[in-house]
């Protein structure tokens, strides 16, 4: 009998050892994807300047600001910055929210670990996602107002049959792209991009640049930030059959990163790392597009 007993404790211990050793594996990783973020986000030299391209000339927004009873519906007690920036020439007005590091490493690592990484592929798996992220949107979820991406994204097929569009530099040419609650929007001149059918850059005034984040959108598109994940692939991986709308897909991104901000997890990083890592049908980054 006392040795049935030992062996147990020998098993139990084993598995408090394991839980252990994963437990420690999983923090360290965190530590070394926060150095990552870290450098990143602010330099190589230990700065403190967010070095992220839109968040330039940040105030946080005042809680009494007016704001929050419309357009931070959702947001509220979150530290949104009220940031300009200028790029190449295009000036634009948003409403930002700034993930600090620590919590970049904690929802990346912890995506990965939902997705039943192995130990030894997990720097793999949240470098991963770090790159796709940063190519994405650098990290910076616009709530609303305009910030600056290369023309070339807006440079459509009708666009592409205008001199003016294809001439060399165009597509590089800096130009407001409009966004709400993490996501590119149309709201004037019926496109995503504050550009002319020739290509040309339109800049508007400060007063314009902040009714511009008032204005609610007449259209949304496909990927909602910072995980970048297309709507297309966020319906395959719910497995029901059904497409969001339009309203749908803006309250899923908002409460995904509203709830994201106090907790160790953002749901559409785990859906990320899920699609990538362990993909199933249509469930599937190949399929993003």
Aim: contains cysteine.
């Amino acid at each position: 009998m006392r040795g049935y007993f030992g062996i147990i404790a020998l098993l139990t211990l084993s598995l408090v050892t394991m839980d252990v050793s994963a437990a420690t594996l999983l923090d360290r990783s965190i530590v070394e994807a926060k150095d990552h973020f870290q450098s990143q986000i602010f330099g190589k030299g230990g700065g403190t300047k967010d070095l992220r391209y839109a968040a330039a000339d940040c105030d946080a927004v005042a809680t009494s600001d007016p704001l929050w009873k419309t357009v931070l519906i959702g947001y509220e007690n979150l530290p949104v910055q009220n940031c300009t920036a200028t790029v190449k020439g295009a000036s634009g007005r948003a409403l930002l929210l700034l993930p600090t590091p620590e919590q970049l490493a904690k929802w990346t690592v912890n995506a990965c670990s939902s997705a039943k990484v192995r130990p030894e592929k997990m720097t793999a798996c949240w470098h991963w996602i770090a790159d796709f992220m940063n190519d994405a949107n650098s990290y910076q979820f616009v709530i609303s107002g305009t910030i600056s991406e290369p023309a070339s994204l807006c440079i459509g097929p009708k666009r592409q049959k205008v001199k003016t569009c294809v001439k060399d530099g165009v597509g590089a040419m800096e130009v407001l792209y409009t966004f709400r609650d993490g996501i590119t929007s149309t709201v004037e001149n019926g496109d995503i991009c504050l550009m002319d059918q020739q290509c040309n850059r339109i800049q508007p005034t400060d007063d314009a640049l902040i009714e511009l984040i008032s204005k609610e959108p007449t259209k949304i598109s496909k990927k909602g930030r910072i995980a970048g994940i297309n709507r297309k692939v966020y319906d395959a991986c719910q497995d029901n059959g059904k497409k969001v709308t339009d309203s749908e897909w803006r309250e899923i991104v908002r409460t995904s990163m509203a709830t994201a901000w106090t907790s160790d997890h953002n749901d559409l990083i785990d859906l990320l790392a899920k699609a990538q890592l362990a993909p199933h049908g249509k469930c599937n980054m190949s399929e993003q597009g």
